[in-house]
C-alpha cells in the first residue's frame, strides 16, 4: 500500500504522484471529515505535522458568492492538524481523485499535494491534502476574528451557509474525540447578537 511522495504539488493533473495500483489516503480537515462523498475502504484519525486548519479562504461558490463572500478552511503553515483520512481502494483511485480534486479546486485555491500523516494505530502514510495557496486572491490571511465571524455569518453558497460548515466540523471533530479550541471560541463569536 505503499504511495509515492512526490515534491510539489500534483495541481496540473488530479492523479499526478499516485503510483498506479496502489491505494490512496486522503486526508480532510473541514468537510470531508464528515461528508466524504466517495467510496473508501478505511477511516482513520490522524494528525498532519507542519500544518494547522484555520478559515482562511474565501468561498464564493460552496459557502459563499462573489458578492457576498463566506469563509471556509485551509491547511496553512506551521503548527499541526488533526483529522481523518479515508482510505481508497486502488482500482477506485482515479476516478475518486477526479471527484475530489473536481469538489476541491474550482478556483485552484488549493494545492494538492502528498504529505506524511500519522494514523491514530501510529502507521505513518503518505495522504493526498489540500494546502491554502499563499498567493491566491481567495487566501485570507491574518483577519482579525471579528472579521473572520462577519464573513461567516453573511456566507451562504450552493452547499449551505458558511456557519453550517463551521458548526458541522467542530461537531465531528468532537465526535472523533478531536478538539479545535480556536474555531469553538470562533463559532462562539459568530453567535454573538
Known amino acids: 500500500m505503499g504511495i509515492a511522495t512526490p515534491e510539489g504539488d500534483t495541481t496540473s493533473n488530479p ?7 496502489t491505494d490512496l489516503w486522503v486526508f480532510a480537515y473541514g468537510s470531508l471529515m464528515w461528508n466524504p462523498d466517495f467510496r473508501h475502504e478505511e477511516a482513520r484519525t490522524a494528525r498532519l ?5 484555520a478559515m482562511c479562504i ?7 458568492t462573489p458578492e457576498r463572500p463566506g469563509l471556509v478552511m485551509g491547511l496553512d503553515r506551521g503548527g499541526s492538524c488533526r483529522g481523518r483520512v ?24 488549493y494545492v494538492p499535494r502528498f504529505v506524511p500523516v500519522t494514523l491514530d494505530d501510529g502507521r505513518r502514510v503518505a495522504a493526498w491534502a489540500f494546502i491554502a495557496r499563499r498567493g491566491h486572491p481567495q487566501y485570507l490571511a491574518d483577519a482579525a476574528p471579528e472579521h473572520l465571524a462577519a464573513l461567516i455569518r453573511q456566507g451562504r453558497g450552493a452547499a449551505g451557509p ?13 465526535a472523533l474525540g478531536l478538539e479545535d479550541k480556536s474555531l469553538g471560541r470562533l463559532l462562539t463569536l459568530v453567535d454573538m447578537p
Open 86 to 109: 479515508f482510505r481508497v481502494a486502488a482500482p477506485l483511485v482515479p476516478a475518486v481523485m477526479e471527484q475530489v480534486y473536481r469538489r476541491e479546486m474550482p478556483t485552484g485555491v
Open 49 to 53: 505535522a507542519g500544518y494547522h486548519r
Open 58 to 64: 474565501l468561498s464564493y461558490q460552496w459557502r459563499g
Open 162 to 174: 458558511c456557519r453550517d460548515y463551521l458548526a458541522n466540523t467542530i461537531a465531528q471533530l468532537e
Open 15 to 21: 492523479t499526478a504522484g499516485w503510483r498506479q495500483g
